[in-house]
C-alpha cells in the first residue's frame, strides 16, 4: 500500500493530492518529500511508510542538492542513523546520504554504463562519489583497469571502503581531489570516460583531450530544457576542446525540475583538431 492509499480516507481530498506519491530509498533509509503545506501530514506519512517497509530513518529533504559535493539537506522524522548499505546489481555501497552524494534512482543508468564496458578497457569515472560507477564497471563487466576521482573526502573514504566490501582492489584504483588536478595527471589514456556531474560538466571537457583514446566513449551528463538541441550542442563544445564526437546515443534519464531534466550522452571520439 503506498503513501496516499495510507491516507485515504483519514485526510481531505485537497491534502491528499498534494501527497507526493513516491519516496527515494537507499538502504534502510527512506528519503520523503513533504511539502510545507502539509507537514501536518508527517506522522501520518511516517506511518505509512513504516507499515510497509523496514526501515531505521526517515528524513525529509528540506533543501535542494547545492554545492560543490552535491548535498541536500535534510530533517529526521524517523529514527536519526543516517548510514546505510545501499545495494545495486548485487553490490553494496556504505554511504550517509547527509554527507555524500547518492542517489539509488540513477542505479539502472549505472548499469546501463557498466554493461557497455568492453574486456580491457580502462575506464576512468571523474565525480566519482562512493564508488557506484567504478565499482559497477568492475563487477558487472571485464575492464583492465577503472580510476575513479572525488573531491568530497567523506566520498571518497566511502569510495576506498566500498572498493574493499566489494573485493574490487585489483580492478578500481581511488583519487581524492579536485579532477582539475588529479586528471592531468593520470599516466596514459582511457578508452571511456565518465562524467556524471550533470550541474557542471561542460566547465571539464578540457581534461578529456588528452586523456582520451582516439575512438574512446564519453558519457557525458548534463541538465537541459526539453526545447535545447542537445547533440548539436554538445558536439560544438567538444570540437571547441579539440575533439570531433559522434552522438551515439542522447537518453533522458531523470528530471531536476520542471521541464529540467537529465540527460545522458554517449559519444564516440572519432577524431582530434
Ligand atoms: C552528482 S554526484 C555523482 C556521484 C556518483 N558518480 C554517483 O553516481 O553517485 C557528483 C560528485 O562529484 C564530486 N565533485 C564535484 N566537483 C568535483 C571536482 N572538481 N573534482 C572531483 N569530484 C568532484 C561531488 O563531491 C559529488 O560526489
Do not use: W
Not at 21 to 43: A, Q
Not at 112 to 136: Q, S, W
Amino acid at each position: 500500500m503506498g503513501i496516499k492509499d495510507y491516507l485515504r480516507g483519514k485526510v481531505g481530498d485537497e491534502d491528499l493530492n498534494r501527497v507526493v506519491r513516491g519516496f527515494e530509498m537507499i538502504g534502510d533509509v527512506v528519503i520523503v518529500n513533504i511539502p510545507d503545506e502539509i507537514i501536518h501530514l508527517k506522522d501520518l506519512i511516517v506511518e505509512a511508510i513504516l507499515r510497509n517497509h523496514k526501515v531505521k530513518t526517515i528524513l525529509r529533504k528540506v533543501g535542494e542538492v547545492s554545492g560543490e559535493f552535491r548535498i541536500a539537506s535534510y530533517e529526521v522524522l524517523y529514527g536519526g542513523e543516517t548510514e546505510t548499505v545501499a545495494k545495486e546489481f548485487g553490490c553494496r555501497f556504505l554511504v550517509d546520504p547527509t554527507k555524500v552524494y547518492y542517489s539509488s534512482r540513477l542505479s539502472s543508468e549505472r548499469g546501463r554504463i557498466a554493461r557497455m564496458v568492453g574486456e580491457g578497457e580502462r575506464v576512468l569515472v571523474m565525480f566519482a562519489g562512493v564508488g557506484p560507477y567504478a565499482i559497477l564497471i568492475a563487477k558487472l563487466s571485464k575492464p583492465r583497469e577503472v580510476v575513479g576521482v572525488e573531491l568530497n573526502p567523506k566520498a571518497a573514504e566511502y569510495f576506498r571502503i566500498n572498493v574493499r566490501m566489494n573485493k574490487v582492489e585489483g580492478i578500481v584504483k581511488v583519487y581524492e581531489g579536485d579532477v582539475r588536478d588529479v586528471v592531468p595527471r593520470l599516466e596514459g589514456r582511457f578508452d571511456r570516460i565518465v562524467m556524471p556531474a550533470p550541474y557542471s560538466a561542460r566547465e571539464f571537457v578540457h581534461l578529456v583531450r588528452d586523456k582520451i583514446e582516439k575512438g574512446g566513449y564519453v558519457h557525458y551528463y548534463t541538465f537541459a530544457g526539453e526545447e535545447e538541441d542537445l547533440p548539436r550542442e554538445i558536439v560544438k563544445l567538444f570540437k571547441r576542446h579539440g575533439m570531433i564526437v559522434n552522438v551515439l546515443n542522447v537518453r533522458e534519464c531523470g528530471s531536476f525540475a520542471p521541464r529540467v531534466y537529465r540527460y545522458v550522452l554517449d559519444l564516440k571520439v572519432v577524431d582530434f583538431v
